[in-house]
């Protein structure tokens, strides 16, 4: 089960994964999802489910029969609630839910995507104060951090899980496609790198906005 499998990361993810010829379940939300499944329509192992809202979501269904869950899904920093406390619970509550939920369906394997702005281990400097500015370079760090901290403090409560934390950096352009040019803001910036690579598919641009 990969989550947010409409996304940058998330998408090329499953695709590797299908390429490799693993049974593939994806989440994705709204109007996304039938762009995932049209996307992925000619990979026979691939299997689209609906997921609204990771933080509040039930994932009964999805987590069925899953023997790993990589956790992509988070929500873009510019459309997070800028309030202290509200940002933090957000965030912290949608890999939370992910994580016991999976836990609860007898998952044993975890991964989640991460950032380099995680790092180091002591965690990024980035206050609440700073994330409810409004500046997207805090507001990203912040979702990282937090959400990064709320599964460890998970994992070490239930060490019968195996969770790894990927603290990566994309820097190249991945295998993925997508059609029409998108705005060259930094919340849009993978959305062009995106676009560069990979023209196979006909994926709107819609699916990753």
Request: charged share 20%; aromatic share 12%; with cysteine.
């Amino acid at each position: 089960q990969v989550t947010g499998a409409s996304g940058y990361v998330g998408f090329e993810i499953v695709h590797q994964l299908l390429e490799a010829g693993y049974l593939v379940r994806g989440s994705a939300r709204g109007s996304k999802f039938e762009g995932l499944k049209n996307a992925l329509a000619r990979f026979p192992n691939f299997e689209a489910v609906e997921i609204q809202d990771v933080s509040t979501a039930d994932f009964s269904d999805a987590f069925k029969g899953v023997q790993a869950v990589i956790h992509t899904a988070a929500p873009v920093p510019t459309r997070l609630d800028k309030t202290n406390t509200t940002m933090k619970v957000h965030v912290s509550y949608g890999y939370l839910n992910v994580v016991r939920q999976a836990h609860k369906a007898g998952v044993k394997k975890l991964v989640v995507t991460s950032s380099i702005t995680s790092y180091p281990i002591d965690w990024n400097s980035v206050t609440e104060e700073q994330a409810a500015s409004g500046n997207p370079w805090f507001l990203y760090g912040a979702q990282k951090k937090f959400g990064d901290q709320a599964v460890i403090e998970y994992a070490k409560s239930h060490p019968e899980i195996d969770v790894t934390i990927c603290m990566w950096s994309i820097t190249f352009p991945l295998s993925t496609p997508i059609r029409g040019l998108p705005r060259l803001t930094l919340i849009h910036f993978s959305k062009f790198i995106f676009q560069l690579r990979f023209r196979s598919f006909s994926l709107s641009l819609s699916l990753l906005t």
